[in-house]
């Protein structure tokens, strides 16, 4: 028994401290891989207001807001967003409820849902994604607002 207190009293395990990088200081955002211009609205975080001058949107909790001079927004599954929003570009794997401009591509993902007043340049739709409310492309021919028929959307593809 004395041999065994004589070993670990001996034993000293060597504890490596840490130490600090040099360079700059290191950001939230840069350490998980997003830029220092996105708002992530977390999981269970509530969220309300107006929204301005974001490289891109991340929602995983409730946001109801106006979205604003933001190039992306993503609705993560089980995210929810309800409001206006003018993006370049939108990704939609949980619900978006409201007044929605996509500049560029919209995409609605296979367990996504956009209703409202859709107005987006591209347009993909997973298997299993829905969209309802009033829908048109923003190169519309028709203009106005209103839906273009079949023939009027070929006549347009033809020119």
Do not use: W
């Amino acid at each position: 028994m004395s041999d065994r207190n004589s070993i670990t009293a001996a034993f000293r395990p060597e504890i490596h401290r840490r130490r600090d990088l040099p360079g700059p200081p290191v950001s939230g955002a840069q350490r998980y891989g997003t830029d220092a211009k996105t708002l992530i609205v977390g999981r269970e975080i509530d969220l309300s207001g107006e929204i301005a001058a974001c490289d891109k949107l991340v929602v995983e909790g409730q946001v109801e807001a106006a979205l604003s001079d933001c190039r992306q927004i993503e609705i993560a599954a089980g995210g929810y967003f309800k409001g206006t929003a003018v993006v370049d570009d939108a990704r939609i794997n949980g619900i978006f409820e409201g007044t929605l401009t996509v500049r560029n591509t919209l995409v609605i993902q296979s367990s996504g849902a956009v209703a409202g007043d859709i107005r987006y340049g591209e347009l993909e739709i997973e298997r299993g994604g829905r969209i309802a409310g009033s829908i048109h492309s923003l190169d519309d021919p028709v203009g106005g607002g209103e839906a273009a028929t079949v023939e009027e959307l070929g006549a347009a593809q033809r020119e």
